[in-house]
């Protein structure tokens, strides 16, 4: 099973992007599901995640308000929209999986055992 994320690109501060992540393999579950992102110089950083099952969602308090977290488990894809985009926002965003059971935070990177390569999303001011 591969993770494939897509939509990055430029936009203005104040614009939107929506990004995707789709899992392939018919036989795709998981726990939950996440997005992070690494700006340059910076660590990666949790974004939001959401479960698999259920109506659980999470956010950092950075893009409260303004990102929303979906999934569509028919096409074993989740999504991002990123609304009201700021400069700061300029990443790398990366989609993540937990396929195993643990009791890692959602918003820790080693509770995540899958990972997308990865879009860059650029906000100009």
């Known amino acids: 099973v591969q993770l494939q994320a897509s939509g990055g690109g430029l936009v203005q501060a104040g614009g939107s992007l929506r990004l995707s992540c789709a899992a392939s393999g018919r036989t795709f579950s998981a726990y939950y599901m996440g997005w992070f992102r690494q700006a340059p110089g910076k660590e990666r950083e949790f974004v939001s995640a959401c479960s698999w099952i259920g109506a659980s969602t999470m956010y950092a308090d950075s893009v409260k308000g303004r990102f929303t977290i979906s999934r569509d488990n028919t096409k074993n894809t989740v999504y991002l929209q990123m609304n009201s985009l700021k400069p700061d926002d300029t990443a790398i965003y990366y989609c993540?999986?937990?396929?195993?059971?643990?009791?890692?935070?959602?918003?820790?990177?080693?509770?995540?055992?899958?990972w997308g390569q990865g879009t860059l999303v650029t906000v100009s001011s």
């Open positions: 993540a999986a937990a396929t195993r059971h643990s009791f890692v935070n959602w918003t820790q990177q080693r509770g995540y055992d899958l």
